[in-house]
């Protein structure tokens, strides 16, 4: 696995397949489809993941163990599919196995889409606490039962992962695995076939 700097953004890339190293504990499949409002965490039938570990974005604080001195955030749009209030969000970020992190705790916020500029707009509600958990196919879970976050049908919001100045953030070295819709494949016409061609496309989400 190696960090490599792709358009001015940290990504994770892991080119040997599916993930070989330990495995952590897969959420229990409790989610009603109705209250859903938005996921990509679709299972491949093919690896029986729920997300795709061949690539990722990172999630970094500056003390973290993979590129110290470096902060990296993150955020992903989405389009609720329904209005009603977020529950909860439940997020495709693991420990970046490289190296073992001081700390695994990130700060998770929705906010709107006022700009339409591509990039979040005003953050609404609370922002919650999440743990990264050790390894795929874990899924981060945020809870925000409590953060005061409604969402309407047919809006734009996005989900923006941070790290804090707080000490269970600041070593916190985490990867935002790709959904498994992040690959185009693409062929030269040269003899050599068919390539696995990874897009850095969105990480994989649910929010509830």
Known sequence: MVAALACGT????????????AMGHAAPATD???????????????????????????????????IPGSTQWLA??????????VTKVQLSVTNWGICTPTSNKFTVQIYDDANCNGLPGNPIGSAVVATSPAAPPALAQANFSAA???????????????TSSATTQTG?????????????????????????GFLGGPGGFLVQ
Do not use: H, R
Not at 16 to 21: L, Q, V
Not at 38 to 61: A, E, Q
Not at 76 to 85: G, H, M, R, V, Y
């Open 148 to 162: 005061g976050v409604s969402v309407t049908a047919g809006a734009k919001y996005w989900v923006v992962l941070t």
């Open 172 to 196: 916190t070295t985490a990867v935002w695995w790709e959904s498994n819709y992040s690959i185009e494949p693409y062929n030269l016409n040269d003899g050599g076939g068919w390539n696995p």
């Open 76 to 85: 992903a749009p989405f389009i609720s599919s329904k209005t009603q209030p």
């Open 10 to 21: 940290l990504m994770a890339q892991q080119k040997s397949g599916s993930y070989k190293g």
């Open 32 to 66: 009603s489809p109705l209250a859903i409002c938005y996921s990509n965490l679709v299972t491949d039938p093919c690896t029986g993941m729920k997300y795709d570990v061949n690539n990722g974005f990172l999630l970094i604080g500056p003390s973290n163990c993979g």
